[in-house]
């Protein structure tokens, strides 16, 4: 039986720092430019990056009168006054409030966005099992690298998968023993430097190869952009600035961003019954 509601897109990798928050926010943004209603949810509480990102736009929106789109979001926090028995598991109030929320399906939204936090947990686990996309942010590093698979650095071959790779494959299990799904795995390189070409080509040909092995995509990234991570204060992405601040030009660096969330987003497959308005 296949689960009815909104296309789940979970962004997700153990690694902290990866960008997950901040391609989350480009995501989010993107979607809700291309016409789609979208929710969103923030299941790293303790650090409630994105839902801070977004109480930023709100501000923004009311201080400027501004008519920009803002997702209907949600956090995994029980609601006030909620009481856990003396005996329940630490954050099983917060699982259960996860599962409530994306098994009611989102039925008044096309998509829903979860962030997820750089750690691994009973919470990030479940996310996890819902995706029908996951989206997994890589620093542009070996280390960065180096939870999703062992490499053999003298043959620069993939050994086998490592501690989040391991993760995925059970939890895609678990989506397919739930509902028979199935996960579309993009993984996107961050942080890109325009220098280091020799990192650069390494990296591409390890996760040419184990796009192969462990069967996902390589999506296009993310350059190390200032504008990536300066616009966090007012809420907005890069998307949004020139109908924030005016029809001013935009530099080549802001077009080049641009150009990679759009990039991004065209790689994300949607069903049907999502499909692009
Ligand atoms: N493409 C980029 N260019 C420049 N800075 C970036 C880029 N992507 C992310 N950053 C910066 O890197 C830092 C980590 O990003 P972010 O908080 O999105 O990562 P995260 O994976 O959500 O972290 P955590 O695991 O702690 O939740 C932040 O300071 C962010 O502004
Ligand atoms: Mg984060």
Not at 38 to 67: E, P
Not at 92 to 117: C, M, W, Y
Not at 141 to 155: K, M, P
Not at 156 to 163: C, E, F, L
Request: hydrophobic share 40%; glycine share 10%.
């Amino acid at each position: 039986m296949s689960r009815q509601g909104a296309h789940i897109i979970v962004v997700g990798n153990e690694k902290g720092g990866s960008g997950k928050s901040t391609v989350a926010m480009h995501v989010i943004i993107g979607l809700l430019r291309q016409g789609f209603s979208v929710a969103s949810v923030d299941v790293d509480s303790r650090q409630g990056t994105l839902t801070r990102y977004l109480a930023n736009r709100n501000a923004f929106v009311k201080a400027a009168g501004s008519d920009i789109k803002c997702p209907d979001h949600y956090t995994v926090e029980p609601p006030k006054g909620y009481e856990q028995g003396a005996d329940a598991e630490p954050d099983s109030a917060k699982e259960q409030r996860l599962r409530l929320l994306l098994e009611g399906g989102f039925v008044n939204h096309d998509i829903v966005v979860v962030d997820t936090p750089g750690s691994a947990g009973k919470l990030s686990d479940l996310a996890h099992s819902y995706a029908d996309t996951l989206l997994t942010p890589i620093n542009d590093s070996f280390v960065d690298l180096d939870v999703l698979a062992h490499i053999d650095g003298v043959r620069m071959a993939v050994m086998g998968p490592s501690q989040y790779a391991e993760m995925v494959w059970k939890q895609k299990k678990v989506r397919a023993e739930r509902d028979g799904g199935s996960v579309d795995w993009l993984v996107m390189r961050n942080r890109l430097s325009s220098l280091d070409a020799h990192n650069k080509r390494k990296m591409d040909d390890v996760l040419k190869d184990l796009s192969k092995r462990i069967g996902l995509r390589i999506v296009p990234g993310f350059g190390e952009r200032v504008i990536f991570r300066e616009l966090f204060l007012a809420g907005l992405t890069i998307l949004d600035l020139k109908d924030a601040v005016g029809p001013q030009a935009l530099s080549k660096s802001h077009l080049a961003a641009r150009e990679e969330v759009e990039n991004l987003l065209a790689a994300i497959s949607l069903p049907g019954a999502v499909a692009r308005p």
